[in-house]
Each structure stands twice: as C-alpha cells, then as structure tokens.
C-alpha cells in the first residue's frame, strides 16, 4: 500500500533532511513548497501563490499515491485542518497517512536557521528568529487521535 509521509515541524526542526532520506530509502516523490516557489515564484513568502504551489502539489501527491507509490509532504503542517485534508486525499486515493512530528526546542532551530542563513542551500529562503517565533504561533501540536509515525528533534 502506498504511504503519504506527512513531515510536521517549524522551520529548521529537519523536515527536509527526513524528506531526502525517505526519498533514498523508500524511494517515494518528495514535495516540498519552497522548491517551487524558489524555481517558480522567486518569494516563499508569497502567501498567495503559496496556497496556488500547496494545491497543486497535494493533487500530484493524490494522484501518484493512486499510482501506488509513496509521496513525502515537506510542508510543516502546522494546522490540523491541513492535515486532516492531507491523510483525507491520501485515504481516498487508497493510501495510509503517517505523520512524523519534528520538535526540537526553540533554540535550536534559531540555531539551525542561522546557520542556514549563513550558506544558503538551493531553493532555501532566509528564515529570521523572529519567523520562527511567529511560526511557532501557528503550531497546532498533533493529538492523541492522529496516527504519529516518528516525533524526532
């Protein structure tokens, strides 16, 4: 059965790191929003367009979990209602939905986007403190009724 691997986690918790090694190890399509939005958009902040990439990568996701193979969200998840539609898709193409919450202390991850920002990799986009406090804002942390595969920091 295919398997829709959904990364949760602010920015820096290692959401993309996990997303290249599922796509070694499983092999399964990774989707990530800030690639597109670096090659298409140029702005990953454009919240907009955001939701346009967003949509259109949870209907490729659909339609290769149909194909049978595994696809990887990068999308950080913050919301519930994101993933309730996320493993709703994944379920109505015949797949299972497995979530990996990504939760490393705050401190870290400044640590972490800080030494991105000082060699930023491809398709990446500058994450200041003050992003990740807002972020962490946002954060609607899993219950106990969704189906956690991994929490890791």
């Known amino acids: 059965m295919a398997t829709l691997f959904m990364l949760m986690g602010l920015p820096g918790?290692?959401?993309?790191?996990?997303a290249r090694r599922l796509e070694r190890e499983r092999p399964a399509l990774v989707l990530s929003p800030d690639v597109w939005m670096s090659r298409i958009v140029g702005d990953g902040y454009d919240f907009k367009r955001r939701e346009a990439v967003t949509e259109v990568q949870?209907?490729?996701a659909e339609r290769v979990l149909r194909l049978g193979n595994d696809v990887v969200l990068d999308?950080?998840?913050f919301h519930r209602s994101d993933r309730d539609e996320a493993r709703a898709r994944a379920k109505a193409a015949g797949a299972q939905a497995q979530l990996a919450f990504l939760d490393p202390?705050?401190?870290e991850l400044v640590r972490r986007v800080e030494a991105r920002n000082a060699a930023l990799p491809p398709d990446t986009f500058r994450v200041s403190r003050e992003h990740v406090e807002l972020c962490a804002t946002w954060l609607e942390r899993p219950q106990?009724?969704?189906?956690?595969w991994g929490v890791a920091g």
């Open 13 to 18: 918790s290692g959401k993309t790191t996990l």
């Open 75 to 77: 999308f950080g998840f």
């Open 105 to 107: 202390p705050i401190q």
């Open 144 to 148: 106990a009724d969704e189906l956690l």
């Open 58 to 60: 949870l209907e490729v």
